[in-house]
């Protein structure tokens, strides 16, 4: 009965010391990952520099990479050497072996038994089983097998004790041998960090010194005010934490003759389309890239210059700076961040595009400066033939998609100073007002009534030819000819609409408008109204049909000329008004019509 009693205690005291022996083996857990693809490009990075790398699941579709197994007394006296060394994450922990599921990394190996309670569905866990054992069975003989060499397992090779930490005079030794950009690289790390108040200067003074005294003290060393080259790997490691997943490597593409880092774990390659090298989000971050390369000379970056600032990629708000042989363009809304910078030398335009979703500015000025810091112009030029099908579409630009208005409408120039008359309809609700899409205007005023607006340009223009009103009535049924942009823009011309003068006054009588026998489009409403001289009787109104009355398609109407003078001298522009001409050949009214008229638009 005794003897039982103790085989009894025996076994539970092993059972006891194996579970507290498993309880204790650990691991320091060096970061987690949401994909296993992630975690084994992870895992393979530390294994090049580090011994026991380990990679498991660790539940909830995330995997984690660690070091060991060790005993939690070798896991506390080697994870501040690590630190130390800057070899791992300075948030690096230890954690116990029961958190780990199936092992993936090294591969085929199994340092401890899985946890089937943070394995997600694979590998073998056995079901416990309480039956009586069977008698066991012998084993059956093994076939025998031809000698085999076996080759001597190397001893196994302690890992070298860190290299002692540098003394005060070492580190400003190694300090004085940083660049300018690497000194400004360590106190933008301390001004992210909250160290460090003052002007990225690249210079150390007393400012800096006080900053890095500050974070040497925070992170566990002592606090000399120089950083020596390991402390410095481990600040800038904590300013880079945030770019996980970002997976920032160099791409060299040949074919446009760019090399440069880039955010690979979010965006990926898509298409040529001249002279861009489009690359697309790869995930749920709408992250896109462009590189930009093309054959040219200065002239040609200046036309890039201004075809960029046209795409939808490239937002009006921001900076705009351009030189002789590079340019610069920012822009921001409430959607997106786009910077853009070229250069030009040797007969190649190069540069890249970077496109950020607004509200996460930590992540994209970092990728910015890693991909400001890293471009590279190498041998070859895209193709200006490289276009696909897809991009070359009349609102596109190389596949991009050109900013367009919420509507356009045509106008036209009343004085030589550049101010233009367009209906009021068209400016209603519009943040921004261009001439020809190209020129800022002002609203100076609106007349609803009349249904005009007087436009003045942000800065000053010079038109060819300024309207010259007529000041007399016109002959009833007189041919009349209205210029305006009636496809929006589509055509870099006016359109001449040919028609009659009907009646001097509206279908009610009124007399601020003239009745016109003309077909017109809703795009030509703003613009000129001619006599066969070449004067201007009024503007063209946009087609209203009123009182549940549907007007016939070639019934239009203008404000009366005289009610534009009025309006205009009252504003302080002093138009011209002359009576009517003789009558002026069909080409050379167009010429006229096309110094005089303007597309107006429209921006959200």
Not at 65 to 80: H, K, M, N, Q, V
Not at 115 to 135: F, H, I, Q, R
Not at 138 to 146: D, F, I, L, R, S
Not at 329 to 346: F, K, M, P
């Amino acid at each position: 009965m005794n003897l039982r009693f103790f085989a009894v205690f025996a076994a539970f005291c092993l059972f006891a010391l194996g579970a507290r022996a498993q309880q204790e083996t650990v691991f320091i857990q060096l970061e987690a990952r949401t994909s296993l693809a992630g975690a084994e490009a992870s895992v393979r990075r530390y294994a090049g520099r580090l011994d026991d790398v380990a990679g498991f699941s660790i539940g909830g579709g995330w995997y984690g990479i660690a070091l060991g197994p060790y005993s939690r007394a070798e896991a506390e006296a080697l994870l501040p050497q690590l630190r130390a060394r800057g070899v791992v994450p300075v948030d690096s922990y230890i954690e116990d072996s029961i958190a780990y599921g199936r092992q993936f990394w090294p591969v085929g190996a199994r340092v401890i038994p899985a946890n089937p309670e943070v394995t997600e569905g694979v590998g073998d866990t056995a079901a416990l089983d309480t039956s009586v054992d069977p008698e066991p069975v012998a084993a059956p003989e093994p076939e025998p097998v031809p000698a085999q060499v076996v080759e001597p397992v190397p001893e196994p090779v302690a890992e070298p004790e860190p290299e002692p930490e540098e003394t005060v005079r070492e580190a400003r030794a190694s300090e004085a041998t940083l660049t300018r950009a690497e000194r400004e690289e360590l106190q933008i790390a301390l001004k992210w960090g909250g160290y460090y108040q003052y002007g990225i200067d690249g210079a150390f003074g007393r400012g800096t010194r006080s900053s890095m005294a500050a974070w040497q003290a925070e992170n566990g060393f002592d606090t000399t005010g120089v950083l020596t080259t390991r402390q410095r790997a481990v600040l800038l490691g904590q300013y880079y934490a945030v770019l996980e997943g970002m997976d920032m490597a160099r791409l060299t593409d040949n074919r446009a003759g760019i090399s440069m880092e880039m955010p690979l774990g979010v965006v990926r390659f898509d298409r040529y389309e001249a002279p861009f090298a489009l690359f697309s989000p790869k995930g749920d971050l709408d992250v896109r890239v462009l590189l930009i390369s093309q054959p040219g000379d200065r002239q040609t970056m200046n036309g890039l210059y201004e075809i960029m600032q046209t795409l939808e990629i490239v937002p009006l708000e921001g900076e705009r700076q351009r030189d002789r042989d590079s340019f610069l363009l920012t822009g921001a809304n409430d959607r997106i961040v786009s910077h853009t910078e070229v250069t030009q030398r040797d007969g190649a335009i190069k540069g890249f595009t970077l496109i950020w979703p607004a509200g996460d500015e930590e992540r994209r000025t970092r990728v910015l400066g890693l991909m400001q810091k890293s471009f590279e112009r190498i041998d070859g030029v895209l193709d200006p033939a490289a276009v696909s099908d897809d991009g070359q579409q009349v609102d596109l630009v190389s596949g991009l998609k050109v900013r367009t208005p919420l509507l356009t409408a045509s106008g036209f120039f009343v004085d030589m100073a550049g101010t233009a008359l367009t209906s009021h309809a068209a400016v209603q609700g519009c943040s921004r007002v261009t001439l020809d899409g190209v020129h800022e205007a002002r609203v100076a005023v609106s007349d609803e009534a009349l249904g005009i607006a007087v436009l003045k340009p942000v800065d000053r223009l010079a038109p060819r030819r300024a309207a010259q009103f007529r000041a007399d009535t016109p002959r009833l049924q007189s041919e009349v000819a209205v210029a305006g942009f009636p496809f929006g823009g589509v055509l870099a011309a006016p359109t001449l609409t040919f028609g009659t003068l009907e009646d001097v006054r509206g279908l009610s009588g009124e007399e601020n408008l003239k009745r016109l026998a003309l077909n017109s489009l809703p795009g030509d409403a703003g613009g000129p109204v001619f006599d066969t001289g070449g004067t201007v009787l009024g503007m063209l109104l946009p087609r209203e049909d009123s009182a549940g009355r549907r007007l016939p398609e070639e019934v239009s109407f203008a404000v009366n000329g005289t009610e534009i003078l009025g309006l205009l001298r009252a504003q302080g522009v002093q138009p011209v008004a002359r009576g009517g001409a003789g009558i002026m050949a069909p080409e050379d009214l167009t010429a006229l019509a096309a110094d005089m008229t303007v597309l107006v638009s429209c921006w959200e």
